[in-house]
């Protein structure tokens, strides 16, 4: 045997064990296979939807939470809205007073009226001196007398009806007269007094205003105040002239005074304008506030702004508020008779800015309910949508909960 044919012989020997031991090698791994049994697979874990927002504490957690529970309550809590309102005097109570006369302008005890100074009804404010022509002079003059005539027979009327009375009394006593008689006798009597009375009146205002017509000077007459108030404006001065029906000064009655309250046309429809509570225009906790009510006013409204102007009426005694003044105006919104409300401590978020709160549904055990905050007064919240009246809720101690509930609790 030659060197190649050997070589080529012991390659071919050689491939032929090496297929021998991979057949038996395959055949040991299926064996193997088949006698091994199947493992079986762990069961799938299955999640109620109504366990996911759900916690239990243990006891000893709770007390360490201090966990207190409360009830969904449900009453009126009405919301209120603050508007920007200007104070001012009502219609009316401004009193334009004008000269009678012509004359001169004098001022009473030398105290010169001042545009803001405080008057009461019948103080003297200023004194004008007629200056009386020869027509008004003649006129005045043949009035007066004409005056003094009407007293004269006004005076005779009642001696006269005086007399009648008299007899018809005494008439009525001897039973020669009738009650009949004895009234329309007193009632003759009663009109004549009047008549008398307003006779010696007129003669003394004719007397007033003409003074000494004679010797071509005038009695100066008295301009008073009309009504209590400030004085708005002093439109004249001591020692001028002043024509007939000339302003002199104007009186301003503050009490009460009108707020002008602009709101917007969206706005107005929502509120409840009976009344409403004025203060400072900057309120703080503390500041006392005055009730006003609702007054019926002429309707006006700024196109520009969008505005519509509601007016209400308040007591203004020792003139606390001036026209033209900025006060803050609280008005209560139409809500609902009733809303379900709970404490605000019991309301948590979460990072998306969702409302919940934690109701007790057994020992131990809380669910995390959704609720919408309609708002949140004196702290109290108002919720739109919850759960019923008188469920158990969390008051202290939800923020912990929710700690605990989302893996970052202490």
Known sequence: MTYRAGLLTGILVTAAVAGVIALGWSALGLARKKEEPAKPKPPATVLKEEEILTITLTDDAEKRLDIQIGKIDKKPMPRTRTFGGEVTAPPGHSILVAAPLNGTLKVPNNLIPRAGARVK???????????????????????????????????VQVEAAKKNLDRANQLFRTEGGSQQRVDDA?????????????????????????????KGTAAALTIEAPTDGLLRTVSALAEQYVPSGAALF?????????????????????LTTDAAQVGPLTTRPGIQTQTARAVSAPPSANPLAGTVDLYFTLPNPGEKFRPGERVGVTVQLKDPAESLTVPWSAVIQDIHGGTWVYEKTGDHKYVRRRVQVRHVADGTAVLKTGPPKGTAVVTVGAQELFGTEVGFSK
């Open 250 to 270: 104007e009186v301003v009655n503050l009490d009460p005074v009108w707020v002008r309250v602009p709101v917007f046309v969206g706005e107005a429809t929502e």
């Open 121 to 155: 009804k019948g103080d003297p404010v200023f004194q004008l001196l007629p200056l009386l022509s020869q027509d008004a002079k003649a006129t005045l003059a043949a009035s007066r007398a004409d005056a003094e005539g009407q007293v004269n027979t006004a005076r």
């Open 186 to 214: 007193q009632a003759a009597y009663d009109a004549a007094v009047k008549a008398f009375d307003a006779a010696q009146a007129r003669l003394a205002v004719l007397n007033q205003a003409i003074g000494d017509a004679d």
